[in-house]
């Protein structure tokens, strides 16, 4: 048990927020969050080789310290320096309107909202194209991703197909992502300059009906991260202590703090409620050890992209473009398209990809784009519950 999880608890959050089965599977008592099933390490203590061995190959989350002592994030991003920086007046998505269009504001305004809303689902900033705007690019300057997931396979695709992959956030307090896991089965890493996240995460290969549990939802219950975390998930935790050989689904459970990262694997389930207001960044990418698994992901969600990919790995990294070569073999997998040019250049696998039509390629990042947004809740969207 941390001590320093309790003082915060107990300081800032009323019990019903957090309430969670005892020790002694009592359910229905008042009890405390404890970080469970996940390890903390210090960035000093592990060198990259290492956490290769522990972490990435075996695909087991992790939480590091240390990585973030350096960026200049953890004094910049908190909501007053924000508001007292250039930044304050660029714009920034905050949410979606009911026909599904990007809804932005400035971040002065959203800023104010932070600081005064009660709101039971608060709006949500989770920004992704804060690095090719004039305006908010300089957050680039504040922080570098960790050593550990420096190597990024996905470097290879062209740049403006790529599909989002890194994100600015702010999150208010009550504000969270839903349950889900993330596009193409890549890895994330998510940092946390100011406030403190709640995180679930169950491990790869959990039926969504048991993990998400909508038939556990009660009638006037919402989807927001917020309802499955104070309704639906005390009501799983209920249903697994029933269980004669006792809880299955592979729960971890854990709090993050101001200066840590978080490394979830590819295909683990995980859903975050911030417990206070929060700024954060996140990142999904491809290293070369789960590289077969996001390959396969990549070819059937993103098919042109995937082949532009390959082009790219055969002319740069032949090494990582042989495994690819070789899982299509295994799997006898051939790109079709529904374009003829792009069928015609692409019936030998190492030939150089035509560019496919524009629709399709605006389906494929349309399609992603819902898929990630999906993944931060409904709370992201413009209404209040």
């Given at each position: ?128 194209s804060f690095d090719d705007k004039p305006d908010t690019k300089a957050l680039l300057d504040d922080f570098q991703p960790p050593v550990y997931f420096r190597s990024d396979l996905f470097n290879y695709v062209q740049q403006d197909r790529r599909p989002p992959y890194r994100w600015f956030l702010i999150g208010p307090e009550r ?87 978080v490394f979830v694997p590819g295909g683990w389930w995980h859903a975050v409620l911030n417990l206070y207001d929060t700024t954060a960044c996140t990142q999904n990418f491809c290293n070369e050890c789960d590289f077969p698994r996001i390959w396969r992901h990549t070819r059937r969600g993103r098919r042109h992209m995937a082949k ?78």
């Amino acid at each position: 048990m941390h001590i320093r999880e309790l003082q915060y608890i107990e300081k800032h959050h009323p019990r019903s927020m957090i309430e969670l089965p005892s020790e002694n599977n009592n359910v229905g008592a008042p009890c405390r969050i404890v970080s469970r099933g996940i390890d903390r390490v210090k960035a000093a203590d592990m060198p990259y080789e290492r956490f290769q061995e522990l972490y990435a190959k075996q695909g087991k989350p992790v939480i590091i310290q240390g990585c973030m002592d350096n960026w200049k994030a953890r004094s910049r991003w908190n909501i007053s320096s924000l508001d007292e920086s250039s930044l304050r007046n660029a714009r920034v998505k905050c949410g979606e309107d009911d026909e599904g269009f990007s809804v932005k504001v400035k971040m002065k305004y959203f800023l104010q909202y932070v600081q005064t809303q009660q709101d039971d689902s608060p709006l949500y900033v989770f920004e992704s194209s804060f690095d090719d705007k004039p305006d908010t690019k300089a957050l680039l300057d504040d922080f570098q991703p960790p050593v550990y997931f420096r190597s990024d396979l996905f470097n290879y695709v062209q740049q403006d197909r790529r599909p989002p992959y890194r994100w600015f956030l702010i999150g208010p307090e009550r504000s969270g992502s839903s349950l889900h896991t993330d596009p193409l089965s890549t890895n994330a890493w998510n940092a946390l300059a100011t406030g403190v996240k709640r995180w679930i995460l169950y491990p790869p290969g959990m039926r969504k009906k048991y993990v998400k549990a909508p038939q556990l939802r009660q009638r006037g219950e919402d989807k927001e991260a917020i309802t499955w975390f104070t309704h639906t998930l005390p009501r799983i935790k209920a249903k697994e202590a029933r269980k004669p050989n006792g809880p299955d689904l592979g729960m971890i459970e854990f709090l993050q703090y101001p200066g840590e990262v978080v490394f979830v694997p590819g295909g683990w389930w995980h859903a975050v409620l911030n417990l206070y207001d929060t700024t954060a960044c996140t990142q999904n990418f491809c290293n070369e050890c789960d590289f077969p698994r996001i390959w396969r992901h990549t070819r059937r969600g993103r098919r042109h992209m995937a082949k532009r990919w390959l082009d790219s790995l055969n002319e740069k990294r032949p090494e990582i473009a042989a495994v690819a070569h070789r899982i299509n073999r295994e799997d006898n997998f051939e790109f079709k398209f529904s374009n003829k040019k792009k069928n015609d250049s692409s019936s030998s696998s190492s030939s150089s990809s035509s560019s496919s039509s524009s629709s399709s390629s605006d389906t494929e990042d349309s399609d992603l784009e819902k898929e990630k947004k999906q993944s931060a809740g409904a709370s992201n969207t413009l209404r209040r519950v």
